[in-house]
């Protein structure tokens, strides 16, 4: 645990639209040598696009949050078809998963009402943020410290990647396409 103390307390803090002057491969480097390895090899796994068939990776957080991740995009699926008046098939495992974790279903409605795709993400994103809290809780010189600040760096990152002008121009541009236009 001494180690992990060292690490967390010389990360930098992560706030959101705010720039952070750490690189998510800088982390990773950094944190490798503090980590044990069976740590590491779940930092190696850690994504924020869950395998499509769940699996244990040592980490009972990720796990968590992988599942909570799966059932989210499962949610999303389900309301943009809805949306679209079309019929999904969901396996019943897929389908209990949702049911599990039965506020992902509401996030994604919420999601998918939302005119803009880009404030959809930015909203999605932000119950992401807020997952990842929730689920670190008190830790803070621990693994599900190092993975919890990992997966907010990932999605740190990824919010810095939106561009609304660009963002615009490729929906068009698809929407165009599927109305043949």
Avoid: C
């Avoid at 803090?13 to 952070?20: E, H, K, N, Q, R």
């Avoid at 009972?60 to 309301?79: N, P, T």
């Avoid at 990932?154 to 165009?176: Q, V």
């Amino acid at each position: 645990m001494a180690a992990y103390y060292y690490l967390m307390a010389q990360l930098p803090g992560i706030v959101s639209g705010a720039p952070v002057p750490i690189t998510y491969e800088a982390f990773k480097e950094t944190a490798k040598a503090f980590l044990t390895r069976r740590d590491r090899e779940t930092l190696d796994k850690l994504s924020l696009e869950p395998p499509r068939v769940p699996e244990s990776t040592g980490s009972s957080f990720v796990d968590r949050w992988f599942l909570r991740e799966r059932a989210l995009r499962l949610s999303l699926e389900r309301a943009r078809a809805a949306k679209l008046k079309r019929e999904i098939t969901v396996s019943g495992l897929e389908d209990a998963l949702i049911n599990e974790a039965a506020d992902t279903a509401q996030t994604a409605r919420t999601a998918v009402a939302f005119e803009d795709p880009l404030e959809a993400e930015r909203y999605l994103d932000r119950a992401r943020y807020a997952y990842v809290s929730e689920l670190l809780g008190t830790h803070s010189f621990d693994s599900e410290a190092v993975f919890a600040y990992a997966l907010m760096l990932l999605l740190h990152e990824r919010e810095a990647r939106f561009d609304a002008e660009a963002g615009s121009a490729a929906y068009t541009t698809i929407y165009n396409q599927i109305l043949g236009e």
